[in-house]
């Protein structure tokens, strides 16, 4: 249940806006193509049935290439929908499943043992014309296929965090270490390393080349002095160092970004540390490394604040945020960047502090609802817009 608290006296409506509109960050006239649920069509009562164009609670996706394929996490029927070649309409179906015997089926490592083409509770995915990672959280690994899956249930290729296919145990049934996950939830494909946000273990990890084999170690680690530990805030409390529950990483130009949503901030390295533990740079969200309230101890956003980011992608001239909790995307330019830099640019609200499922509304073709996944592919932003049971490629305004 999502609950916000409001201090005694707070406005029950958001501070009037002074000055010009934000930009937009994305299309004003909304998203090219939408997957999933139809926009008017939600009804809470009714579950979501799975076939080969529904998706319940999708928490990530990624466009492969312009034309495709695109890969879609869809969480809550525990498999991955592949379509090919992007479709020239809105909610086609998908052309390829991963993790169900067929496009009617759900339940989690369909109904059976884990696999290597099964999932339970998939969120975070990364895709380039040649790889394909997914985070198979409640699996505590990540499955890894060297070329885009042609056929239904083609198994990975490699698995990590676990020392073969058939096993699912947290750290591996004991404590973590470099070839272990827990509760892994966000991954990223950054030039020959694969980054994973390892949400459980509170801590980032990363690979210097894309493994090949299963169970390989991770060479770098994140949040914590060692792979041994996996205290939250790296046991010290909130500092420039430790996390809490990290679900995104991205690199822009040569910064290294993470979306620390248990702290409601972004930890932003301006190279990709070549040491364990390194603290990071600056933060985005907040104003000084030993705070973490969501909106900084203000119910309502403004353009500095986060609540529950849970994505960060690069662009051309920045980055895009899902500022989840919030249901609004920010954007913040390259030379914005900064301790507690505020964003330009922005997309599901209509100003800067405003915020609401939906815009506290019923929801349309360009409103979020809890927005888990974000990435891009050149001029084209893939949204998996979690709450409203959707996916959308849409066009930067930017």
């Given amino acids: 249940m999502r609950v916000s608290l409001r201090s005694p006296g ?15 960050l994305l299309d004003p006239a909304g998203p090219a193509l939408v997957f999933g649920s139809e926009a008017g069509g939600f009804d809470l009562t009714r579950p979501v049935t799975p076939t080969a164009a529904t998706l319940f609670g999708p928490r990530g ?25 992007l479709p020239s ?36 995915i990364a895709a380039t014309q040649t790889i394909l990672a997914v985070a198979d959280a409640w699996n505590h690994r990540v499955l890894i296929w060297h ?46 390393r694969l980054i994973v946000c390892d949400t459980g273990n509170r801590r980032v990890l990363v690979w210097n080349e894309i493994p090949r084999q299963n169970g390989a170690p991770a060479d770098l ?53 070549d040491e364990s533990g390194a603290p990071c740079d600056y933060l985005i ?19 500095a604040s986060l609540n529950m980011p849970y994505a960060c992608t690069a662009l051309a001239e920045g980055i895009a945020v899902a500022d989840t ?18 964003a330009h640019r922005l997309s599901g609200q209509p100003d800067f502090h405003s915020k609401g499922d939906n815009r506290w509304q019923a929801p349309v073709r360009d409103s979020l609802c809890w927005p888990y996944g974000l990435a891009a592919c050149g001029g084209t932003v893939v949204i998996a817009d979690s709450g409203n049971n959707r996916v959308m490629l849409w066009r930067l305004a930017w």
């Avoid at 707070?10 to 937009?24: K, V």
């Avoid at 591996?172 to 827990?182: I, K, S």
């Fill in 10 to 24: 707070e406005s029950s409506h958001p501070p009037a806006s002074i000055g010009p509109p934000p930009l937009p």
């Fill in 61 to 85: 996706a990624a466009l492969a290439g312009a034309d495709g394929p695109l890969f879609v996490a869809d969480t809550g029927h525990h498999r991955v929908l592949i379509w090919r070649r």
């Fill in 89 to 124: 309409k809105d909610y086609a179906p998908a052309d390829t499943l991963i993790g169900q015997p067929d496009f009617g089926c759900e339940g989690r490592n369909a109904k059976g043992e884990p696999g290597a083409a099964t999932f339970n509770v998939p969120t975070g």
């Fill in 147 to 192: 070329g885009p899956p042609e056929t239904d249930n083609q198994p990975a290729d490699v698995v990590l965090g676990q020392a073969d296919f058939g096993s699912m145990l947290a750290n591996r049934g004991g404590e973590p270490g470099a070839n272990t996950l827990n509760w892994c939830y966000g991954v990223t494909i950054a030039g020959p």
């Fill in 221 to 273: 680690v994140l949040g914590q002095t060692n792979m041994a530990c996996r205290d939250e805030n790296g046991g010290r409390g909130v500092d420039a160092q430790g996390m809490r529950w990290p679900h995104s990483a991205t690199i822009a130009g040569e910064k290294l970004l993470v979306a620390d949503s248990g702290n409601n901030r972004l930890m932003v390295w301006s190279r990709l540390p």
């Fill in 285 to 303: 969200g907040q104003t000084h490394p030993f705070a973490c309230e969501h909106n900084r101890a203000n119910y309502w956003p403004d353009a």
């Fill in 325 to 342: 909790a919030n249901s609004r995307l920010l954007g913040f330019a390259h030379a914005d960047f900064g301790m507690g830099a505020a």
